[in-house]
Structure formats: structure tokens, C-alpha cells
């Protein structure tokens, strides 16, 4: 069963401060990852989705994949206060299935 | 105007009641989702769908059974509700790209609380 772990579990930055948010995963068989953010009380909406080794950016937003290592991040450039949100990655356990799995979370609190 | 609703968004259920939690989506995606989020868990999926009169299992399947009648609908069934299933219940639905399972869309959460 693919095991996503998110880190930090929370995060403070100010506003205007770079946000570094990062996932692993336990296997090697993820054909597509992506971050959603959560504002509280809320559904969840797609930021950004990443297909192959790189970067990827849209926006403010910018992802980073690692396959080897099996590591994805996010990167938040100038963080405003409304980026305040729970941020989760997520990615289809595989090719041969529409299976979707997300990381436990990281909550971010971006201060004026 | 939101394309994944869900209903009640709010329920309080009786242990051994059963409980229904449905979800319609205007997108016209195969897949559709859910998942439920609790804290130190994140979203775990208990049942997902590929079509209608399809159901599969997820991660947490026990206790719930799901039922996609239709491409637009697709319901969780409980039938009967145990204190530990009291949680924040999303669907979502999703399409099939060139063969890469494409982003989820999201209702807003149904909130469950088991007495």
C-alpha cells in the first residue's frame, strides 16, 4: 500500500518569506503527483500537478520531483496571509489505476 | 456554481443508525472519490468508483459501502454508524487523461458526528 508522509506537520512563515512544504512517498510506482491547499472548512483545490523528474511551476507555486529519491516539494514564493491553509500532496498509486492517495498535511500560517 | 455537491453537510447520527451520505457532480468524470479526513490521518479513501454500477475498495473500506448509480451520483452508505466513524467526509470526482488519472475536484464536506 503506497505511504505518502508530508513535512513539516506545521509551518509559520511571514508574509513575503519563502514556504518549503515536503512529501515522500514509499514506492516508485506514482505515475502523477499533485498539491492541493485547504482553507479551513473548506473542499480542497489543486495548485499545481507534476508528471516527470523537474519542476513545474504555476504561479507563486512551484513543484519539484524527485523520483530516485522519492520526494516531491512545493514552494511558495511570496506568501501572503491568505495563503493560510492546510497544504496535502497527492498522487495515483499507479498507472494501472485510478487510486488516489494524499499526504497527512501541512499546516501553514503565514503571518503580516 | 459548484460542479461537486454533497448532502446533508451537516448530520448527527445515532450509534447503529444507518447513514447516507450522497454526492453529485456536473463534470461528467468517470472516477468519483471518497475519502474521509481526520486529524493526524489526512484524507483516506474508502471507496471510489470508475463508472457507473461500478464500486471499488480503497484503504479503509470496513464499515462502509458505496453505490454509483448513475454517472452523476455516487453515495456512501453506512449501515450502521459506529462513534469512530464520526468524521469530515469529502467526494470528489476526477477524469481519466491519455491514461494519467487527472486532478479531483471536491465538494465541501460532510460533516458526520456519531452519538
Known amino acids: 500500500q503506497q505511504k505518502v508522509q508530508q513535512s513539516p506537520e506545521s509551518l509559520t512563515v511571514s508574509e513575503g518569506a519563502m514556504a518549503s512544504l515536503n512529501c515522500t512517498f514509499s514506492d516508485g510506482t506514482s505515475d502523477n503527483f499533485r498539491w492541493y491547499r485547504q482553507h479551513s472548512g473548506k473542499g480542497l483545490e489543486v495548485l499545481v500537478s507534476i508528471f516527470s523528474d523537474g519542476e513545474k511551476e504555476e504561479g507563486r507555486f512551484t513543484a519539484h520531483l524527485n523520483r530516485a529519491s522519492l520526494h516531491v516539494s512545493l514552494h511558495i514564493r511570496e506568501p501572503q496571509p491568505s495563503d493560510s491553509a492546510v497544504y496535502l500532496c497527492a498522487m495515483s498509486v499507479s498507472s494501472n489505476t485510478d487510486k488516489v492517495v494524499f499526504g497527512t498535511g501541512t499546516r501553514l500560517q503565514v503571518s503580516p | 456554481e459548484a460542479a461537486v455537491t454533497q448532502s446533508p453537510r451537516n448530520k448527527v447520527a445515532v450509534t447503529g443508525g444507518k447513514v447516507t451520505l450522497s454526492c453529485n457532480q456536473t463534470n461528467n468524470h468517470n472516477n468519483m472519490y471518497w475519502y474521509r479526513q481526520d486529524t493526524g490521518h489526512g484524507l483516506r479513501l474508502i471507496h471510489y468508483?470508475?463508472?457507473?454500477?461500478?464500486?471499488e475498495k480503497g484503504d479503509i473500506p470496513d464499515g462502509y459501502k458505496a453505490s454509483r448509480p448513475s454517472q452523476e451520483n455516487f453515495s456512501l452508505i453506512l449501515e450502521l454508524a459506529t462513534p469512530s466513524q464520526t468524521s469530515v467526509y469529502f467526494c470528489?470526482?476526477?477524469?481519466?487523461?491519455?491514461?494519467?488519472?487527472?486532478?479531483?475536484?471536491f465538494g465541501e464536506g460532510s460533516k458526520l458526528t456519531v452519538l
Open positions: 468508483s470508475y463508472g457507473a454500477g461500478s464500486t
Open positions: 470528489a470526482s476526477g477524469a481519466q487523461l491519455g491514461g494519467l488519472t487527472g486532478q479531483l475536484y
